[in-house]
Nanobody, 114 residues
Framework: VQLQASGGGLVQAGGSLRLSCAASGSIFSIAAVGWYRQAPGKQRELVARIPRRGSANYADYVKGRFTISRDNAKNTVYLQLNSLEPEDTAVYYC?????????WGQGTQVTVSS
């Protein structure tokens, strides 16, 4: 499985971005998908995740601001980021998990200026 993330950039506080991650292969629809982020000097952390079945779950610090969605027909997972804060600055990574194996995209930089 190969993942290609896009959509990052520089935005002012309060602005919005939409990240996309396209997956190769035919297993996307049966996998859990998610977004993680890693800020400088910090560990990678979960932002949002959609399990194979069930509802999305979010980190507390993004609830009400970020929305994760998936389009199985396009093998793509999205992350809509609204009301961005400088603390959201990080490299964002998409993740696909299938049968306990994790696949990662290359990361896309999100920078929020104050």
């Amino acid at each position: 499985v190969q993942l290609q993330a896009s959509g990052g950039g520089l935005v002012q506080a309060g602005g919005s971005l939409r990240l996309s991650c396209a997956a190769s292969g035919s297993i996307f629809s049966i996998a859990a998908v998610g977004w993680y982020r890693q800020a400088p000097g910090k560990q990678r952390e979960l932002v949002a995740r959609i399990p194979r079945r069930g509802s999305a779950n979010y980190a507390d610090y993004v609830k009400g601001r970020f929305t994760i969605s998936r389009d199985n027909a396009k093998n793509t997972v999205y992350l809509q980021l609204n009301s961005l804060e400088p603390e959201d600055t990080a490299v964002y990574y998409c993740n696909v998990q299938l049968f306990s194996t994790d696949y990662w995209g290359q990361g896309t930089q999100v920078t929020v200026s104050s």
